[in-house]
T-cell receptor, first 111, second 112 residues
Framework: AAGVIQSPRHLIKEKRETATLKCYPI?????VYWYQQGPGQDPQFLIS???????DKGSIPDRFSAQQFSDYHSELNMSSLELGDSALYFC??????????FGQGTRLTVV | LAKTTQPISMDSYEGQEVNITCSHN???????ITWYQQFPSQGPRFIIQ???TKVTNEVASLFIPADRKSSTLSLPRVSLSDTAVYYC?????????????FGQGTELSVKP
Protein backbone atom coordinates (compact mmCIF):
# COMPACT_ATOMS: atom_id res chain seq x y z
CA ALA A 1 0.00 0.00 0.00
CA ALA A 2 1.16 3.52 -0.73
CA GLY A 3 2.52 5.39 2.24
CA VAL A 4 3.47 8.95 3.01
CA ILE A 5 6.70 9.78 1.22
CA GLN A 6 9.16 12.35 2.48
CA SER A 7 12.18 13.60 0.65
CA PRO A 8 14.99 13.87 1.08
CA ARG A 9 15.55 11.35 3.87
CA HIS A 10 18.73 13.05 4.95
CA LEU A 11 19.90 16.60 4.44
CA ILE A 12 23.02 18.42 5.55
CA LYS A 13 23.09 22.21 5.38
CA GLU A 14 25.32 24.92 6.67
CA LYS A 15 24.21 27.68 8.99
CA ARG A 16 22.28 30.45 7.29
CA GLU A 17 21.44 28.25 4.32
CA THR A 18 17.96 27.34 3.14
CA ALA A 19 16.33 23.91 3.08
CA THR A 20 13.18 22.57 1.47
CA LEU A 21 11.53 19.42 2.75
CA LYS A 22 8.87 17.66 0.73
CA CYS A 23 5.94 15.48 1.72
CA TYR A 24 3.88 13.39 -0.70
CA PRO A 25 0.60 12.19 0.79
CA ILE A 26 -1.26 8.96 0.46
CA UNK A 27 -3.69 9.32 -2.48
CA UNK A 28 -6.90 11.21 -1.58
CA UNK A 29 -5.44 12.53 1.67
CA UNK A 30 -6.28 16.23 1.91
CA UNK A 31 -4.78 17.17 5.29
CA VAL A 32 -1.11 17.43 6.12
CA TYR A 33 0.69 18.08 9.39
CA TRP A 34 4.35 18.96 9.91
CA TYR A 35 6.36 18.10 13.02
CA GLN A 36 9.84 18.73 14.34
CA GLN A 37 11.44 16.20 16.67
CA GLY A 38 14.74 17.00 18.33
CA PRO A 39 16.97 14.32 19.84
CA GLY A 40 15.25 12.64 22.77
CA GLN A 41 12.22 14.90 22.44
CA ASP A 42 8.58 14.39 21.56
CA PRO A 43 7.27 15.52 18.15
CA GLN A 44 6.40 19.22 18.16
CA PHE A 45 3.55 20.35 15.92
CA LEU A 46 4.59 23.03 13.45
CA ILE A 47 1.77 23.66 11.01
CA SER A 48 -1.14 21.98 9.23
CA UNK A 49 -3.04 22.37 5.99
CA UNK A 50 -6.42 21.25 4.78
CA UNK A 51 -7.41 21.47 1.13
CA UNK A 52 -4.39 23.63 0.35
CA UNK A 53 -5.25 26.20 3.01
CA UNK A 54 -3.34 26.67 6.23
CA UNK A 55 -5.38 25.23 9.06
CA ASP A 56 -3.39 25.64 12.26
CA LYS A 57 0.00 26.80 13.45
CA GLY A 58 2.07 25.54 16.29
CA SER A 59 5.58 26.41 17.35
CA ILE A 60 6.82 27.17 13.86
CA PRO A 61 9.59 29.79 13.67
CA ASP A 62 9.04 32.80 11.44
CA ARG A 63 12.02 31.60 9.37
CA PHE A 64 9.95 28.58 8.32
CA SER A 65 7.07 28.55 5.89
CA ALA A 66 5.02 25.82 4.32
CA GLN A 67 2.39 25.27 1.71
CA GLN A 68 0.21 22.56 0.27
CA PHE A 69 0.03 22.38 -3.50
CA SER A 70 -2.79 21.54 -5.90
CA ASP A 71 -1.68 17.90 -6.02
CA TYR A 72 -1.77 17.90 -2.18
CA HIS A 73 1.93 17.46 -1.71
CA SER A 74 3.42 19.83 0.81
CA GLU A 75 6.74 21.59 1.25
CA LEU A 76 8.35 23.00 4.37
CA ASN A 77 10.77 25.81 3.58
CA MET A 78 13.37 26.68 6.17
CA SER A 79 15.59 29.72 5.82
CA SER A 80 18.51 31.15 7.76
CA LEU A 81 19.14 27.74 9.24
CA GLU A 82 20.50 27.55 12.76
CA LEU A 83 22.30 24.74 14.53
CA GLY A 84 19.20 24.26 16.69
CA ASP A 85 17.13 23.41 13.63
CA SER A 86 18.90 20.07 13.43
CA ALA A 87 16.16 17.53 13.99
CA LEU A 88 13.91 14.93 12.43
CA TYR A 89 11.06 16.48 10.50
CA PHE A 90 7.93 14.43 9.96
CA CYS A 91 4.84 15.03 7.96
CA UNK A 92 1.59 13.18 8.44
CA UNK A 93 -1.44 13.07 6.18
CA UNK A 94 -5.05 12.07 6.61
CA UNK A 95 -8.39 12.06 4.87
CA UNK A 96 -11.65 12.82 6.60
CA UNK A 97 -12.01 11.01 9.91
CA UNK A 98 -9.22 8.54 9.27
CA UNK A 99 -6.16 8.31 11.43
CA UNK A 100 -3.09 10.27 10.40
CA UNK A 101 -0.29 8.39 8.68
CA PHE A 102 3.28 9.54 9.18
CA GLY A 103 6.16 9.54 6.77
CA GLN A 104 9.59 8.21 7.68
CA GLY A 105 10.92 11.67 8.20
CA THR A 106 13.74 13.88 6.96
CA ARG A 107 16.80 14.11 9.16
CA LEU A 108 18.17 17.63 8.87
CA THR A 109 21.65 18.34 10.13
CA VAL A 110 22.83 21.93 10.24
CA VAL A 111 26.59 22.37 10.52
CA LEU B 1 -7.03 20.95 23.29
CA ALA B 2 -7.05 18.22 25.89
CA LYS B 3 -3.73 17.83 27.63
CA THR B 4 -2.54 14.28 28.14
CA THR B 5 -0.45 12.77 30.91
CA GLN B 6 1.27 9.39 30.65
CA PRO B 7 3.95 7.61 32.66
CA ILE B 8 7.38 8.52 31.38
CA SER B 9 8.61 4.93 31.28
CA MET B 10 7.55 1.35 31.88
CA ASP B 11 9.40 -1.93 32.00
CA SER B 12 8.01 -5.33 31.10
CA TYR B 13 9.10 -8.83 30.16
CA GLU B 14 8.40 -10.79 27.04
CA GLY B 15 5.04 -12.52 27.06
CA GLN B 16 3.47 -10.20 29.61
CA GLU B 17 0.47 -7.96 29.06
CA VAL B 18 1.29 -4.26 29.26
CA ASN B 19 -1.23 -1.58 30.14
CA ILE B 20 -0.37 2.08 29.59
CA THR B 21 -2.78 4.60 31.02
CA CYS B 22 -3.25 8.12 29.71
CA SER B 23 -5.05 10.87 31.62
CA HIS B 24 -6.99 13.50 29.70
CA ASN B 25 -9.18 15.25 32.24
CA UNK B 26 -10.42 18.02 29.96
CA UNK B 27 -11.34 15.88 26.97
CA UNK B 28 -14.04 17.49 24.83
CA UNK B 29 -17.25 15.89 23.62
CA UNK B 30 -16.02 15.55 20.02
CA UNK B 31 -12.54 14.31 20.92
CA UNK B 32 -11.29 10.85 20.07
CA ILE B 33 -8.34 9.09 21.68
CA THR B 34 -5.60 7.82 19.41
CA TRP B 35 -2.45 5.90 20.28
CA TYR B 36 0.76 5.89 18.27
CA GLN B 37 3.96 3.86 18.55
CA GLN B 38 7.32 5.29 17.63
CA PHE B 39 10.65 3.55 17.17
CA PRO B 40 13.87 5.58 17.20
CA SER B 41 14.35 7.70 14.08
CA GLN B 42 11.07 6.48 12.56
CA GLY B 43 7.74 8.17 12.05
CA PRO B 44 4.98 7.41 14.56
CA ARG B 45 2.80 4.45 13.64
CA PHE B 46 -0.93 4.31 14.33
CA ILE B 47 -1.97 1.64 16.82
CA ILE B 48 -5.60 2.17 17.75
CA GLN B 49 -8.30 4.81 18.10
CA UNK B 50 -11.50 4.99 20.10
CA UNK B 51 -14.23 7.21 21.49
CA UNK B 52 -15.71 5.21 24.36
CA THR B 53 -15.89 1.76 25.98
CA LYS B 54 -13.58 -0.75 24.34
CA VAL B 55 -11.92 -1.05 20.98
CA THR B 56 -9.85 -4.01 19.89
CA ASN B 57 -7.77 -4.69 16.81
CA GLU B 58 -5.14 -7.23 15.86
CA VAL B 59 -2.38 -5.59 17.89
CA ALA B 60 -3.99 -3.87 20.90
CA SER B 61 -7.05 -3.02 22.92
CA LEU B 62 -8.15 0.39 24.10
CA PHE B 63 -10.26 0.77 27.20
CA ILE B 64 -12.10 4.04 27.82
CA PRO B 65 -14.23 4.49 30.95
CA ALA B 66 -17.60 6.17 30.86
CA ASP B 67 -16.26 9.57 31.97
CA ARG B 68 -13.59 9.41 29.21
CA LYS B 69 -11.08 11.24 31.43
CA SER B 70 -8.55 8.50 30.94
CA SER B 71 -7.81 5.63 28.61
CA THR B 72 -5.69 2.50 28.78
CA LEU B 73 -3.78 0.94 25.95
CA SER B 74 -3.39 -2.78 26.44
CA LEU B 75 -0.69 -4.71 24.59
CA PRO B 76 -1.12 -8.48 24.97
CA ARG B 77 1.93 -10.69 25.26
CA VAL B 78 4.60 -8.13 24.40
CA SER B 79 7.80 -9.06 22.63
CA LEU B 80 11.19 -7.39 22.44
CA SER B 81 10.09 -5.66 19.25
CA ASP B 82 7.41 -3.77 21.19
CA THR B 83 10.14 -1.71 22.85
CA ALA B 84 9.24 1.79 21.71
CA VAL B 85 7.70 5.09 22.80
CA TYR B 86 3.91 5.14 22.97
CA TYR B 87 1.92 8.33 22.61
CA CYS B 88 -1.67 9.08 23.52
CA UNK B 89 -3.29 11.87 21.48
CA UNK B 90 -6.67 13.44 22.07
CA UNK B 91 -8.47 15.49 19.47
CA UNK B 92 -11.44 15.94 17.17
CA UNK B 93 -10.74 13.56 14.27
CA UNK B 94 -13.52 15.18 12.27
CA UNK B 95 -11.77 18.52 12.46
CA UNK B 96 -10.55 19.37 9.01
CA UNK B 97 -6.90 20.09 9.56
CA UNK B 98 -6.39 21.37 13.07
CA UNK B 99 -3.67 20.04 15.33
CA UNK B 100 -2.47 16.65 16.44
CA UNK B 101 -0.58 17.38 19.62
CA PHE B 102 1.89 14.92 21.09
CA GLY B 103 2.43 15.01 24.80
CA GLN B 104 5.20 13.27 26.64
CA GLY B 105 5.10 9.65 25.59
CA THR B 106 5.72 6.47 27.53
CA GLU B 107 8.99 4.72 26.84
CA LEU B 108 8.27 1.00 27.07
CA SER B 109 11.20 -1.32 27.56
CA VAL B 110 10.56 -5.04 27.06
CA LYS B 111 13.18 -7.36 28.46
CA PRO B 112 13.84 -11.01 27.71
Amino acid sequence: AAGVIQSPRHLIKEKRETATLKCYPIPRHDTVYWYQQGPGQDPQFLISFYEKMQSDKGSIPDRFSAQQFSDYHSELNMSSLELGDSALYFCATKAGRSEAFFGQGTRLTVV
Amino acid sequence: LAKTTQPISMDSYEGQEVNITCSHNNIATNDYITWYQQFPSQGPRFIIQGYKTKVTNEVASLFIPADRKSSTLSLPRVSLSDTAVYYCLVGDIGNQGGKLIFGQGTELSVKP
